[in-house]
C-alpha cells in the first residue's frame, strides 16, 4: 500500500552547538531511520529522507542533509505538507544552548521546537503521523501517553536500556501502538525487519476511520510529485 506514495523519514540525533568548537547531542547513529527510508523506497514509495547520518542513501531517495534541531524543523516542515505519510525516527534535541560566557563555562539551555507536536497540530487530510519513544522505564504506559499527547496515529517505542536495542545497535526491539488500539511487539531483530514492521503498521493505517476532532481524516495516495529532470536530489 505505499507504492505511490510519498513518505518523510526523519534519521538521525542532532547536534546542537555550544560554541565553534563544541557541541550537545545524543547517541542515535540513524540506523532505524535510515532503515525505515530505504524499506519505504523499496516498496515503491517515493521517499524524502532529512538526516543527520553519515550512513549512504540509495539515489532513488530525496535526501536533505540537515545538524541542528532548528534545520531538521525546518526540513521537516517544508516537506510534510506534501507527504502522505510522516515517520518522526530522529531523536531531536529537546534543548539547546542559549547564551554562552567567557570564563568558567555556563550554558543556559532553551528548548528546542516540538517537530512531533507541531506535525500533529498542522497534519493535512489522508496523512499518517508516526513518532518514536526512546525510553528507559514504564515504556508501554509512557509510549501510550506520548501517542495521546502528539496526535499521532502510530507510536514506536523502545527501550534503548534494554541489551541489543536502540543506539548505535543494528538491532532493535519496539512496541508499536495504534491510536485504533491496535498493540504489535517486534521482538530483537535486525532494524531492517523492525522498519518493515513499522510500514507494514503505517500501510495498515491509511484503512482505518479518520481520528478524532484535529487530526483530519485519511485518504488514498494523491499523484507522483516531478522533480525538475526527474531525478532524486542530493
Known amino acids: 500500500q505505499l507504492a505511490g506514495r510519498r513518505v518523510l523519514v526523519s534519521a538521525g540525533g542532532t547536534q546542537e552547538a555550544i560554541d565553534p568548537v563544541r557541541y550537545l547531542a545524543n547517541r542515535s547513529t540513524g540506523k532505524q531511520g535510515h532503515a525505515l527510508a530505504e524499506e519505504a523506497h523499496r516498496r515503491g514509495a517515493e521517499v524524502t529522507l532529512v538526516t543527520t ?19 531538521m ?8 505538507a506534501a507527504t502522505d505519510l510522516v515517520i518522526m525516527a530522529a531523536a531531536v534535541a529537546d534543548f539547546t544552548p542559549a547564551t554562552k560566557t567567557d570564563g568558567t563555562p555556563s550554558i543556559e539551555l532553551v528548548p528546542t521546537v516540538d517537530i512531533l507536536a507541531e506535525l500533529g497540530r498542522r497534519r493535512t487530510p489522508h496523512q499518517i503521523l508516526v513518532g518514536f519513544a526512546a525510553e528507559t522505564n514504564d515504556v508501554e504506559a509512557n509510549a501510550k501517553a506520548k501517542l495521546e499527547r502528539k496526535g499521532v496515529d502510530l507510536l514506536v517505542a523502545n527501550d534503548v536500556g ?11 526491539e519496539v512496541l508499536i501502538l495504534s491510536r485504533s488500539g491496535a498493540r504489535v511487539r517486534v ?9 518493515g514492521r513499522v510500514l507494514d503498521a503505517a500501510a495498515a493505517a491509511f484503512s482505518h ?16 510529485r516531478r522533480r525538475p529532470g526527474g531525478g532524486a536530489q542530493p
Open 187 to 195: 521482538p530483537l531483530t535486525d532494524k531492517v525487519a523492525v522498519a
Open 209 to 224: 476511520p479518520p481520528a478524532p476532532a484535529g487530526t483530519p481524516g485519511r485518504g488514498g495516495p494523491r499523484p507522483p
Open 53 to 71: 547520518s553519515t550512513i549512504e542513501s540509495s539515489p532513488g531517495i530525496e535526501r536533505h542533509q540537515v545538524t541542528s534541531a532548528a534545520q
Open 162 to 172: 534494554a541489551e541489543g536495542v536502540g543506539f548505535a545497535h543494528d538491532t532493535n
Open 73 to 80: 524543523a525546518d526540513a521537516v516542515f517544508a516537506a510534510a
